[in-house]
C-alpha cells in the first residue's frame, strides 16, 4: 500500500458522490497524431498509468488507480476505479482536484481506505463507502502521513510519518548560530538515493479506530535512529497487520553508521499490541541478509517472507522463507527452485502463491510449504500484483506492446482473460513494433536469450539503424516490460531496431548466470552485450554501419566502458547516469554494500587481486581510445551514481575532443520522472542518434 506522488488540492471530503467520468483528466490523441500513428514521448505521456490494484472480498469488483499527466502542468493526478472483475464499464470514485492513491478494501467489502490530501494539503487516511459515497477522514497527522494499513478487523490502523531522532545541522547543535547552513557528522550514511541525512526517520504509528476515526498513533519505534519501511524505497508492503489485528509484522535494518552502509541486514520484527514488546523472529537464525515482506497465513500460525542469503549483496536470490509462529522454527520453501520469489501470498494455510522472473519473463507460481513449487502461467509477458479473493485472481500484465492492463488468471491452468483497457485510443491508432526472440550463443558456449524489437511496418527487405541496449541493475532483468523511461516501442518507431540481450548477471537464468558479473564488470557480460549486437548486425535487414549503444546506470557504465573497447562498432554512443571512475564512485556513492560486492573491496586493498582488477579495468582507463560521439545525462539529485561521474566523463570526452553533449537535470535523481524532462530528455535521445546514426 504504498503511497504514489500526491498532486494535493482541495478537500476530498468535497465530492460526495462517485464521478462516472474520467473524460476530464485523461489526455485524448490529436488528428496529427492519429494521422501519423506513430509513437512520441507526447504520446506515451498521454497514457494512463494503472497502479495498485485488489480484487473485493467476495472477488466481484477490482478496486485500481490510474494516474493520467498533464503536459503543460507538469504533474499528474491519481484517481481511484472499480470496476467488475469480469470487465465492464470502469466508475472513478475520486475526483480531479487532487490525487488519491493506495487503496484497499475493508475486509467485508463495504468500505474502501485511500490516502489523500486533508484542508491543510497534508496526506491522511480516508475512508469511503465501496460506490464512492461518504468519504470521511480517518486521521489528522500533523504533516501528514507517508503510508499506511488497515486490520482486517477494522479496530486500528498503522501509518508511517517522519520523526526526527538525531541533531545533524548545525543550527541545532549550535543554536547561537541560527543562521548556519552546515550539516555535521560522525559517522556514514550521510545521504541517502536522492537526499541527505538529516536525523529524520521513517517510524511506524500504531492507532486504534473507533467510530471509523482514528484516535492518536503511538510511535512503536519511538527513539530509534532506522527506518521502517526501509530506505530508500518506503515500501508499505514491508509492514503487515495478522488477521487477529493484534500483531503487526514489518521490517527493519537496525542498524546505524559503518555497518549500515556496508550491510543490507535486515529483519523481520513483530509487535504485540496487547503489551508493546517487539520481537525479532530472524535473530539466532542464520539470517544475515536482506529478509523482507512478511505475510501472514490465513490462521496466523505462520509467516511467509523473502529471503537473501548473504550480507552486502542487494541481489542474492530472493528465497521463499517460512516461519512457525509456534515453535520458532524457519523453512526455507523454493530451496530446489532457482528463481526469485516476489508478490508472496497465501492462497490457503499450506500453500502460497508468489510471481518468479523466468526466462526473461514474470510467472504465477504455486508452492507448498512442503517446497513442490509449480509454474501455473506461461507466455512472453511480465505479470505482477497478483489478487486473490473467493477463488479468483487477477494480475497486471505487460509487454513490449502494452503497457499495464489488468487481467483474470485461472489458476488452474493459467489462463488469462483481459479485464481493463486503459489504453485502448492509443492501441487502436498508434502502431506498434513486435518483438523477436533469439538465443544468441555466447563466448564461453552459453545460451543468451535476447529480445529485438523491430519498427512498425518493419520491411526485412530495407536496413535499419540498430541499437544496442546496456541494462542497468546491473542484475535487474530484460523482460517483457513496459518502460515509460527507456521504452522499446519509443526507440522501434524512430526507425531503430532494438537489441536488448539478458547478459551475464541477469536474474531469471538462475544462480550462477546472475552471480557471475560480481568482480567481473569488464568481462564476460561485456562479451555477452558484443555477442547480441555482432548477431543482431549480421542480418540482412541490421545495417552495421549505423550501429549505436545506449544504457542507464550500470547501462552507463557499460556505455562509457565499450567507448573505449567497442572496436570502432558503434557510430554513436548515451549514457545516462553511468559509473565512469571506479575510484571516485567508491567515495562518492552511499549504499557501501554494493560497490564492495560488485568490485570485490576497496581501491586501496593492494592485496585483494579480483578489487585491484575491477579498478584496473575502469571506464575512465581507457579515454584514450575515445572516439566516438557521446551524450550524457544525469541528474544533480543523484546519489546513487552521483553526477560527478557523467561530469568526469564529459569532461574526458571534451579534452580528448570526442563530439559529446551533457544533458544535466537539476531537479532529478537517478531516473528521470518529470513529465516535461521526460519529452526533453527523448528530444535530446533522439535528436543524437538522428543526428550519427541516420
Known amino acids: 500500500m504504498a503511497l504514489s506522488a500526491l498532486t494535493l488540492g482541495s478537500c476530498a471530503g468535497s465530492a460526495d458522490a462517485p464521478v462516472v467520468t474520467d473524460a476530464d483528466i485523461v489526455p485524448t490523441l490529436t488528428p496529427a497524431e492519429i494521422e501519423a500513428g506513430v509513437m512520441t514521448p507526447e504520446v506515451m505521456w498521454k497514457m494512463g498509468r494503472i497502479g495498485s490494484h485488489s480484487l473485493s472480498p467476495d ?30 464499464e470502469r466508475t472513478r470514485l475520486t475526483a480531479n482536484t487532487q490525487s488519491a492513491s493506495s487503496p484497499v478494501w475493508s475486509a467485508d467489502g463495504s468500505r474502501i481506505y485511500y490516502a489523500t490530501a486533508d484542508a491543510e494539503g497534508n496526506t491522511q487516511v480516508w475512508s469511503m463507502a465501496a460506490d ?72 511506524i504509528f500504531v492507532a486504534e479506530i473507533k467510530n471509523g476515526k482514528a484516535a492518536e498513533g503511538k510511535d512503536i519505534m519511538e ?4 527506518d521502517a519501511p526501509l530506505a ?75 529471503s537473501m542469503r548473504r550480507a552486502g549483496n542487494e541481489s542474492d536470490k530472493e528465497r521463499l522463507m517460512v516461519y512457525y509462529l509456534e515453535s520458532g522454527n524457519i523453512r526455507e520453501i523454493t530451496y530446489t527452485f532457482d528463481y526469485n520469489a516476489e508478490d508472496v501470498l497465501w492462497e490457503d494455510n499450506n500453500t502460497l502463491l508468489f510471481i518468479s522472473p523466468i526466462h526473461a519473463t514474470h510467472q504465477v507460481c504455486r508452492a507448498d510449504i512442503a517446497g513442490n513449487v509449480e509454474v501455473i502461467t506461461s507466455g512472453d509477458h511480465d505479470l505482477h500484483g497478483l489478487s486473490v479473493a473467493a477463488g479468483k485472481a487477477v494480475v497486471s500484465k505487460q509487454t513490449h506492446q502494452q503497457a499495464v492492463e489488468l487481467c483474470s488468471v485461472s489458476l488452474t491452468d493459467g489462463a488469462l482473460a483481459q479485464v481493463t483497457d486503459v489504453n485502448a485510443a492509443i492501441y487502436d491508432n498508434i502502431r506498434m513494433g513486435q518483438t523477436e526472440k533469439y538465443w544468441v550463443r555466447t563466448t564461453d558456449g552459453k545460451e543468451m536469450l535476447t529480445w529485438v524489437i523491430l519498427p512498425p511496418d518493419f520491411d526485412p527487405n530495407k536496413k535499419y539503424p540498430t541499437l544496442l541496449y546496456c541494462q542497468g541493475g546491473p542484475q535487474s532483468v530484460v523482460s517483457q516490460f513496459w518502460s515509460y523511461r527507456w521504452n522499446f516501442q519509443l526507440m522501434a518507431a524512430q526507425g531503430y531496431i532494438v537489441v536488448a540481450p539478458n547478459r551475464r548477471g541477469l ?28 548477431y543482431v548486425s549480421a542480418k540482412p535487414w541490421s545495417d552495421e554501419e549505423r550501429l549505436g549503444c545506449v544504457g ?20 554513436a554512443l548515451i549514457a ?53 560521439p557521446i551524450l550524457i545525462f ?21 579534452l580528448m575532443g570526442v563530439p559529446s553533449r551533457l544533458v544535466s537535470f537539476e531537479n532529478e535523481a537517478h531516473q528521470v520522472f518529470k513529465p516535461q524532462n521526460s519529452v526533453v530528455w527523448n528530444r535530446e535521445f533522439f535528436g543524437w542518434l538522428n543526428k550519427y546514426l541516420k
Open 576 to 628: 545516462h547516469c553511468g559509473i565512469f571512475n571506479f575510484e571516485s564512485m567508491y567515495g562518492h556513492t552511499e549504499e557501501l554494500w554494493f560497490v564492495n560486492n560488485d568490485y570485490k573491496g576497496a581501491y586501496w586493498d593492494k592485496s585483494n587481486a579480483t578489487a585491484q582488477r575491477s579498478y584496473a579495468n575502469s571506464p575512465h582507463k581507457f579515454v584514450k581510445n575515445w572516439d566516438t
Open 59 to 88: 472477488g466481484t469488483t477490482l478496486l485500481y488507480t490510474i494516474t493520467y499527466y498533464n503536459m503543460a502542468d507538469n504533474k499528474g493526478t491519481t484517481a481511484i476505479f472499480t470496476q467488475p472483475a469480469e470487465g465492464g
Open 507 to 534: 536474474p531469471s537464468f538462475g544462480q550462477e548466470w546472475l552471480d557471475q558479473i560480481s568482480g567481473d564488470y569488464s568481462g564476460q557480460n561485456i562479451r555477452d552485450l558484443l555477442a547480441a549486437i555482432d
Open 132 to 203: 464512492g459515497r461518504d468519504k470521511v477522514q480517518m486521521t489528522s497527522v500533523e504533516g501528514g502521513i507517508e503510508s499506511f494499513g488497515v486490520a482486517p478487523t477494522g479496530e486500528a490502523l498503522f501509518y508511517t510519518a517522519k520523526v526526527h531522532v538525531t541533531d545533524i545541522r548545525s543550527e541545532r547543535l549550535h543554536t547561537d548560530m541560527d543562521k548556519s547552513k552546515a550539516k555535521i557528522y560522525d559517522d556514514l550514511m550521510v545521504r541517502h538515493w536522492d537526499y541527505w541525512d538529516e536525523g529524520d526517520y521513517s517510524h
Open 552 to 571: 542507464a546506470s550500470y547501462g552507463g557504465y557499460s556505455t562509457f566502458f565499450l567507448a573505449g573497447n567497442h572496436q570502432k562498432r558503434f557510430k
Open 634 to 654: 544525469t541528474g544533480e539529485k543523484d546519489y546513487r551514481i552521483p553526477y560527478t561521474q557523467s561530469l568526469e566523463a564529459f569532461t574526458a570526452a571534451q
Open 223 to 226: 527513539g530509534e535512529p532506522w
Open 232 to 306: 530508500p524505497y518506503f515500501d508499505a508492503a514491508e509492514i503487515a497487520w495478522n488477521n487477529a489485528g493484534t500483531t503487526l509484522a514489518y521490517t527493519c535494518k537496525k542498524q546505524t553508521g559503518k555497518e549500515y552502509a556496508v550491510s543490507t541486514d535486515s529483519d523481520i520484527f513483530l509487535y504485540n499490541l496487547a503489551d508493546g514488546t517487539t520481537t525479532n523472529i530472524c535473530e539466532g537464525k542464520d539470517l544475515v541478509g536482506y529478509d523482507k515482506y512478511p505475510v501472514w497465513s490465513p490462521d496466523d500460525m505462520r509467516i511467509a517472507f523473502r
